[in-house]
């Protein structure tokens, strides 16, 4: 699966899957990163979709 890292403002952010103009947002849970959408990615992608997901405060690379 392609997988495009890129910051916004910022904030380290994962593009998964093929250019697409329909497009989910993954959002992790408590003490995850934005690592975890590959499973979720992986299954939108085969519908058409592509997936961005991002690390909340304090989590993966925003740790510290």
């Known amino acids: 699966m392609e997988r495009n ?3 916004i403002d910022s904030i380290p952010t994962v ?13 992790h849970g408590k003490n995850g990163n934005k690592e975890e ?3 979720f990615a ?11 997901s991002f690390d909340l405060p304090s989590h993966g ?3 510290n």
């Open 5 to 7: 890292l890129i910051l």
């Open 37 to 39: 959408a590959l499973f």
């Open 15 to 27: 593009v998964w899957g093929k250019e697409s103009e329909k497009i989910y947002i993954y959002v």
């Open 42 to 52: 992986d299954i939108a992608e085969r519908k058409g979709y592509q997936t961005i």
């Open 61 to 63: 690379e925003r740790k």
